[in-house]
T-cell receptor, first 108, second 117 residues
Framework: DAKTTQPNSMESNEEEPVHLPCNHS???????IHWYRQLPSQGPEYVIH???SNVNNRMASLAIAEDRKSSTLILHRATLRDAAVYYC?????????FGKGTKLSVKP | GAVVSQHPSWVICKSGTSVKIECRSL??????MFWYRQFPKQSLMLMAT?????????EQGVEKDKFLINHASLTLSTLTVTSAHPEDSSFYIC?????????????FGSGTRLTVV
């Protein structure tokens, strides 16, 4: 299993970039790195995923280390709506194993 | 992205009764769906993998006779909590993936809050 380690919490100011780190040193060569975020009493929302190359989409960017043992989710301009718990998850077959995640707070 | 519909969003039941939770993939077929459970202030825990037309695969420590999973069609998986007890009160969430869109990951339902009284 791709066990992940993330800081428990992070703070950001509104409209500033946020870099959320994740360590996944035990990830296998075929496991994708997924990022999801969750608001209270809601299901997780997909953010981004990647295998080896850095990835960009309308929500965020994902920077994956060359050795794949870590990755960073980048929110380019944090908004108040980005406040959530962010989970870095490893997996390839859908049986995603969630760690404890990082609770992101965004200050106006 | 794909949409996964989960129903009901919340349910309260008496101890000893059974509760069924539905998970539907809208506009796409899902041969595999996943069921998670989340206790307050904790992360999601994978309970089982639901396979269309075959038996579900349960994670270690999850009682298959208590959490019955049926995946009778390519768009519907159900989780039945049998003989529910207060300790089964939790937030249950399903997920699936539309493999036609490889640029998108897994989609989660909105969750079902189960309270057993």
């Amino acid at each position: 299993d791709a066990k992940t380690t993330q800081p428990n919490s992070m703070e950001s100011n509104e409209e500033e970039p946020v870099h959320l780190p994740c360590n996944h040193s035990t990830i296998s060569g075929t496991d994708y790195i997924h990022w999801y975020r969750q608001l209270p009493s809601q299901g997780p929302e997909y953010v981004i995923h990647g295998l080896t190359s850095n990835v960009n989409n309308r929500m965020a960017s994902l920077a994956i280390a060359e050795d794949r043992k870590s990755s960073t989710l980048i929110l380019h301009r944090a908004t108040l709506r980005d406040a959530a718990v962010y989970y870095c998850v490893g997996g390839s077959q859908g049986n995603l194993i969630f760690g404890k995640g990082t609770k992101l707070s965004v200050k106006p | 992205g794909a949409v996964v519909s989960q129903h009901p969003s919340w349910v309260i039941c008496k101890s000893g009764t059974s509760v069924k939770i539905e998970c539907r993939s809208l506009d796409f077929q899902a041969t595999t769906m996943f069921w998670y459970r989340q206790f307050p202030k904790q992360s999601l825990m994978l309970m089982a993998t639901s396979n269309e037309g075959s038996k579900a695969t349960y994670e270690q420590g999850v009682e298959k006779d208590k959490f019955l999973i049926n995946h009778a069609s390519l768009t519907l998986s159900t989780l039945t909590v049998t003989s529910a007890h207060p300790e089964d009160s939790s937030f249950y969430i399903c997920s699936a993936r539309d493999f036609r869109d490889r640029a998108y990951g897994y989609t989660f339902g909105s969750g079902t809050r189960l309270t057993v009284v």
